[in-house]
């Protein structure tokens, strides 16, 4: 049965979403100044800097010529849409702490709970909270189809195989998964999950790489899942230090 979530909890889901936008954004304007400079010449500027606009008045072109005027002016207004953005997403970041809620070491609050697991920063546990664990589920194949981490097994006659994951789930959640259990397995090398990881993938390349990394996505949310609702930290991992 599908529960669709109320008002107050898509709108809390807001937050993430625009942040994600904007970051969008501002790639797109960084790597626009980029090209533009790219084309006279200069490379190595860094529109994200604080001296983004010393940096621009020091550029030579590759023949040694200062900026065109015109250029110059066009790269300006990318820069202040820039900056723009930048305090955009810190108010964004800012909405996003208090949705975190009070840090009481008593009763902290779910996102509070995530962010104390090594690898895991304020996205991350904010996207798996709001997008995924704010839900009940009444056990971990209904948790993993919400996500689209779901094995698709094909049965007929005597052909058995796998068609991979569902893809039918949160597509946010799914991708945040995905970038999470890459983290788990860097930040979180002794946990039991990432030796099981490495004693699948060993030395591999590629899509069985590929493949393995799922199946840890899918285990990951499950075990943050029951460290969120039972307090099970999972096995092996490190929390950080206060």
């Given amino acids: 049965m599908v529960v669709p979530p109320t008002p107050e909890e898509e709108d809390r889901r807001r937050v993430c979403r625009e942040r994600a936008i904007l970051l969008q954004e501002r790639i797109r304007h960084t790597n626009r100044i980029k090209g533009l ?24 072109t590759g023949d040694g010529r200062s900026l065109p005027p015109h250029l110059k002016a066009e790269i300006l207004r990318e820069i202040e849409l820039i900056e723009l953005l930048q305090r955009q997403i810190a108010d964004v970041e800012a909405a996003r702490e208090v949705l975190a809620g009070p840090k009481s070491a008593q009763a902290p609050s779910p996102i509070v709970l995530l962010k104390q697991l090594k690898g895991v920063g304020p996205e991350i546990a904010s996207v798996l909270y709001l997008d995924g664990l704010f839900r009940n589920f009444g056990n971990r194949r209904q948790l993993a189809a919400y996500a689209g981490l779901a094995p698709t097994p094909w049965r007929s006659g005597t ?84």
Wanted: charge should be positive.
């Fill in 37 to 60: 400079l790219a084309g006279q010449g200069i490379t190595g500027f860094n529109p994200l800097q604080k001296d983004r606009r010393q940096q621009l008045d020091a550029a030579r």
């Fill in 159 to 242: 052909v058995d195989q796998e068609q991979g994951i569902s893809k039918a789930g949160n597509p946010r959640l799914r991708s945040t998964m995905i970038e999470f259990a890459w983290l788990w397995q860097r930040h979180q090398p002794a946990s039991a999950l990432s030796r099981w990881f490495h004693s699948r993938v060993g030395k591999e390349r590629g899509r069985i790489r590929r493949i393995a990394i799922v199946a840890l996505a899918r285990k990951l949310l499950i075990a943050v899942w029951r460290y969120v609702t039972q307090g099970e930290i999972p096995e092996g991992a490190i929390l950080k230090t206060a």
